[in-house]
């Protein structure tokens, strides 16, 4: 009971954010509506440099753990001899 409860009540809030960005987007002009769209778009090309900076910088750190680990783990030729 108390999931339905919970399912119902996020429903009922998607609906009315649903409604309230329908109300904003019919209040708009054409030309509003197309900046706000260029807004966003830029936004999202922001937001997919920053991933894509976050995603090289976590590829180098673990490609210099992995070359140190090896390091480790294989011994040197020269001290078995």
């Known amino acids: 009971m108390e999931i339905n409860k919970e399912l119902s009540a996020s429903k009922k809030k998607r ?3 649903r409604k309230k960005t ?3 987007n019919n209040a708009l ?3 509003e509506r197309k900046n706000a ?5 830029k936004e999202e090309i922001q937001a997919i ?3 894509k900076r976050g995603t090289i910088k976590v590829y180098q750190e673990f ?3 992995l070359q140190q ?3 480790k783990i294989t011994p040197n030729e020269n001290e078995g001899k």
């Open 49 to 51: 440099g920053a991933k």
């Open 15 to 17: 609906e009315e954010e």
């Open 63 to 65: 490609k210099k753990f």
């Open 69 to 71: 680990f090896l390091i």
């Open 29 to 31: 002009t054409s030309d």
């Open 37 to 41: 769209k260029i807004k966003k778009i």
């Open 22 to 24: 329908e109300a904003y």
